[in-house]
Nanobody, 125 residues
Framework: VQLQAFGGGLVQAGGSLRLSCVAS????????LAWFRQSPGNEREFVAA????????FYSDSVKGRFTISRDNAKNTVYLQMNSLKPEDAAVYYC???????????????????WGQGTLVTVSS
């Protein structure tokens, strides 16, 4: 599967953005999906994950209550709605996918075989 993320941009602190990640290929509904982010000098950080049918959803503590992950299997798309953005949310955001159910390794980038190219989110204070 190939992933393409878009929707990043410049937003003021307190604002909102919605990221999208569109997958090509078959079997989108069989993939677990996640969003990660990476800022300069830092490791890639888990943001959120969603199970194949959308029933299992997980967030990092840093975004819980502000970000929402969702998926539309009919459109081969996963979304990340980001509200109440903070300057520390600024990063390149990546979508990731792999087959199978979400496991306890959902926050480990090594648990995902497929990655989008990243979309830059900048938050001004």
């Amino acid at each position: 599967v190939q992933l393409q993320a878009f929707g990043g941009g410049l937003v003021q602190a307190g604002g909102s953005l919605r990221l999208s990640c569109v997958a090509s290929g078959r079997g989108f509904g069989t993939y677990r999906l996640a969003w990660f982010r990476q800022s300069p000098g830092n490791e890639r950080e888990f943001v959120a994950a969603i199970d194949r049918g959308g029933g299992g959803i997980f967030y990092s503590d840093s975004v819980k209550g502000r970000f929402t992950i969702s998926r539309d299997n009919a459109k081969n798309t996963v979304y990340l709605q980001m509200n109440s953005l903070k300057p520390e949310d600024a990063a390149v955001y990546y979508c990731a996918a792999d087959r199978g159910v979400i496991t306890s390794a959902r926050g480990d980038p090594r648990a995902y075989s497929y990655w989008g190219q990243g979309t830059l989110v900048t938050v001004s204070s």
